[in-house]
């Protein structure tokens, strides 16, 4: 027979469990605050890839699509279940290639207001430091590729050397095409140049031209339209491969399905939906990894061919490497 005691104790511990359970749910979980870290590893071959995330900033797409009707829009944003402006990554991609350590663009530190500029933490939290990249490499002088080449005014990569196509330096980096260029289009050229000049100064700038083959298994790969030195880096391990697409890709829920369709910030729209169109062709043929700045972190998929478009297939989640 249970005692009257025992009987309350027994009671008590229920309930002190229920109410321990019910307080944890209510009071414990951070709601808004706590960002996961934003890292995620893939190995090519022996080369270890991983994805780091700048954060995410909210982009106007219907104002910024071109070649693309306001309907046609709405109906891909239904079609996809996203809203305007769309929440749009910023991605870039640390190569670890066994004796170098390279980054593919650097975010956009503070060019793009208070949601970027996580690129650093993300680094850290993956396991690296600022100080061990051996080489960045930059697809195109655009802010949210080049501003985490600084934190404030110091070099954010003091050790590393910077390259990108020679046709993005002469234009991004002139003073002559900033004076030229309309009020609201000097921004994109003072960016660059703030990004870009202390590295220039230092003599850690070197430029290629085209495409180049930059280290044993990493390649770049011109892709200019976008921008006009816009470049695209492949890398190939043990018969593996994976290309980095800097912004041959704005926004998956319209452009896989119509590639037509281009981007106010593009340089030349004809040449960039061009390059656009043969990319994806391409990793849709040969079903190779591609790592897009600008797609939904990681950012980390393969391209399928569907009627006259594609479809995206994001990388199998795999959470040990
Ligand atoms: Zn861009
Ligand atoms: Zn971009």
Redesign the pocket.
Known sequence: MISIQSFRVAVFAVLAGASTFVGTAEAAAPISNLVAPGFYRVMVGDFEVTALSDGTAAFPMDMLLTNITPDQFQKAMAKAHLKNPIETSVNAYLVNTGTKLVLIDTGAAKLFGPTLGRLQASLQASGYTAEQVDEVYIT?M?GD?VGGLMIGDKMAFPNAIVRADKHDADFWLSEENMNKAPADGKDGFKGAMFSLNPYVKAGKFKSFEGNTDLLPGVKALASHG??PGHTAYLIESKGERMEFWG?LMHVAAVQFEDPSVTIQ?DSDSKAAAEQRKLAYTDAAKKGYLVGVAHISFPGIGRVRAAGKGYVWLPINYSPVK
């Open positions: 195109h655009h590729h976008h921008t912004d910030f």
